[in-house]
């Protein structure tokens, strides 16, 4: 007999209702979205294996907000950070530390500001310098773990960030598109989706950051 095996993605969302959105200020309608991978034969869902996403997501600025941990199904009833801001940071302090242009606090903060909107302080860049510059913890495993949270949009934004400070400190080797695109396979996005976002970048003249190569050129 041939049974086929294998594993399905099932996403759902609900509607929630009105909430107060940090971002947009006001009450929006948002929605729910939950994500789980299931163990499938014949195509279909048999037992659920891991819940790969679970946020809430306002549908007018479109940014992801955590649902309430404290209980399932009830909602962060503030949404004032989208889930994506943190991770957002961390990486630009992670990549600026990795090329020692961490001195250079405001390219972090103006890549910031240029991608997400939202400002990146004085203390939390020291904070996640000496987090970054400690290296006790893997930055792939911690994207991997924060990908639960994000939409679309956030991850858009961290690859942005990760582009752009690369893109400030050096001239683009292998080495430095593949690490952008193991942060992509870390956040669960495909390659064209990495690609499509570099172009995207690039098309807007790199948000007009400015560049600090380490051999003074100036050659994009
Ligand atoms: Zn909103």
Redesign the pocket.
């Known amino acids: 007999m041939f049974i086929l095996f294998g594993e399905k993605i099932h996403s759902e969302s609900c509607t929630v209702g009105l909430l107060p959105?940090g971002?947009?200020g006001q009450e929006?309608p948002f929605d729910k979205i939950v994500e789980t991978s299931y163990f499938c034969i014949f195509g279909l869902r048999l037992l659920p294996i891991e819940k790969l996403a679970n946020y809430s997501q306002?549908n007018?600025?479109n940014?992801a907000f955590d649902t309430d941990a404290s209980d399932a199904g009830s909602f962060n009833t503030k949404n004032d950070l989208p889930t994506h801001i943190v991770p957002l940071k961390r990486i630009l302090s992670y990549l600026q530390v990795g090329y020692g242009m961490q001195t250079h606090r405001d390219l972090a903060q103006d890549i910031c500001l240029k991608v997400c909107s939202f400002e990146y302080s004085d203390d939390e860049f020291s904070r996640d310098v000496l987090l970054a510059s400690q290296g006790k913890s893997d930055i792939y495993d911690y994207l991997k773990i924060a990908a639960s949270r994000l939409n679309m949009r956030g991850k858009q934004e961290i690859i942005e960030a990760a582009f752009l400070i690369t893109h400030a400190c050096c001239e683009i080797q292998y080495e430095d598109r593949l690490r952008i695109n193991l942060m992509g396979n870390a956040l669960g996005v495909s390659l064209e989706f990495v690609s499509s976002i570099i172009d995207h970048v690039h098309a807007q003249g790199c948000y007009g950051v400015r560049r600090i190569l380490p051999t003074k050129t100036q050659t994009s």
Do not use: E, K, T
């Open positions: 959105c971002v947009c929006r306002c007018h600025c940014n």
